[in-house]
């Protein structure tokens, strides 16, 4: 794991007034839900489903997905583990720059690791990799590859093993889920989060799904019981629920380029472009160690330093839209740090 993470406010000890570093929704937890898991508490004095059999077959059905064509995991990350783990000693291509657990799940059970950017990926590039890690949306540049060219990508590589990370796929507008063309993709894992649009990442839930007989290879390394109680408990309540998560996406993406647009117009940055809700940018006259330290010190407002991802350089931050007030004191600050 990257030191440096994001979401990172319990290193300071003043409080954080405006978070910018976590990419998950920040409407908060829905109260629903957290009345839900109040009285659910009392579940954690048993075992949960060992296997999670019971959320696994809600998610299959909410999908329209076949029985067996999904694992509930603990938090995207447990997933990771477990495709890296179940295809040890694999050549694993990271299409970067991106999260670094791809890269360091694959190290830890010996693959051979190479690393492809972002920007030099086409729906026509040739893998000699048995595997592929892609996030799509991409963290942390925002960026998306459409569906059709990822389907053609896919298919182009019918011996590559590709792992598509889906952990932000509402959050955009740009491209569509591959969760419906799983059934004609016998080399595609999908990874889906969650945490992300529930606002629920401190109980980390998460999925894998797949055509059965390659999940079936995950699978099998999955421990027992690590799904807890109170996540299972948030999993059928939110799937029982579905329209109070769904976010005003529409509202989100304006609101996230009227961000880059105001980010644009300081000439000490340079912000990239996106396709969903946060933004990669880049000090050009400091470090983004030394902004984000200013920021949260002076301000009450966290960034993350992106700085440490494979690819990017000293200068680069990444940040998540906001409500507008919120948005606008980074502004402010921003435009403070010019005249330093």
Known sequence: MLIGHGDDA??????????FSSNV?????QEGLKQHLVAAISSID????????????????????QPGTVVVTNGGTEAIYMVAQAFAAA?????????????????LYRH????LLWEKLTPETSFSSDLVFLCNPNNP???????????????????TLFVIDEAYIQFTRATTSLLPHLHRLPNVLVLRS??????????RLGYLAARKPLLDRVRSYRMPWSVNSLALEAGYYILSHPKEFTIPLDNLLADTFQLYDQIRQLPEFKVYPTHTHYLLLETLTSTAAALKSRLVEEYGILIRDASNFYGLGSGHCRVACRNQTDNQLLITALEKWRLL
């Open 10 to 19: 319990y290193l300071y000890n003043r409080p954080v007034t405006a978070n």
């Open 25 to 29: 929704w920040y409407g908060g937890l």
């Open 46 to 65: 048993h075992y949960p489903d060992a296997a999670a059999a019971k959320l696994q077959a809600t998610l299959e059905a909410h999908h329209g997905l």
């Open 91 to 107: 050549t694993t291509t990271v299409i970067a720059p991106t999260f670094a657990e791809y890269a360091d799940a694959s190290k």
């Open 112 to 115: 051979q690791v190479q690393y």
């Open 141 to 159: 540049t925002g960026q998306a590859l459409e569906e059709q060219a990822l389907l053609q990508l896919v298919q182009h590589n019918k011996h």
């Open 194 to 203: 969650l945490t992300k649009t529930c606002c629920i990442p401190g109980l």
